[in-house]
């Protein structure tokens, strides 16, 4: 079996993406939610830039969850309405513009985060306690 590459999104883990996943999975998801070739902000570099400051590169540090950058971009599109005048959007766009998406989206993925660790903390709290009623119903 041969290794997805980086621009094969759909059999690679998120988190091995980097800014050429997002990119090829900005142009599929754009053309499957508005029907039309997808088109950067201002230009390429830009919008690279722009993921690549938020999940990083070699050269750059990560400051955001690929993951989470994954979920504003679905819900950035899907809030989205296209008219005649603007067919389509970008992640340029979306980022500029969006910036309450960004903040609801954030918050709901730390909350889950922080849930998922709470939870994570309690069941590793009660590995090795006995409860005296399992005790009991087990007997």
């Not at 993406?17 to 029907?35: A, C, I, P, Q, S």
Request: glycine share 6%.
């Amino acid at each position: 079996m041969t290794k997805p590459t980086t621009k094969d999104w759909r059999n690679l883990p998120i988190e091995r993406w980097n800014v050429t996943t997002f990119t090829e999975y900005l142009r599929d998801k754009h053309k499957e939610m508005f029907g039309i070739e997808y088109v950067p902000y201002r230009s390429w570099r830009v919008e690279q830039g722009l993921l690549g400051n938020l999940i990083g590169t070699r050269a750059k540090p990560q400051t955001e969850d690929k993951a989470l950058v994954k979920r504003f971009i679905d819900e950035a599109f899907s809030e989205y309405r296209p008219n005649p005048k603007y067919p389509g959007v970008s992640f340029g766009w979306c980022w500029t513009y969006k910036k309450p998406t960004w903040q609801r989206v954030k918050a709901e993925y730390l909350a889950e985060q922080k849930a998922g660790e709470q939870a994570e903390e309690e069941t590793q709290g009660n590995v090795g306690k006995l409860d005296m009623d399992d005790v009991l119903d087990w007997l």
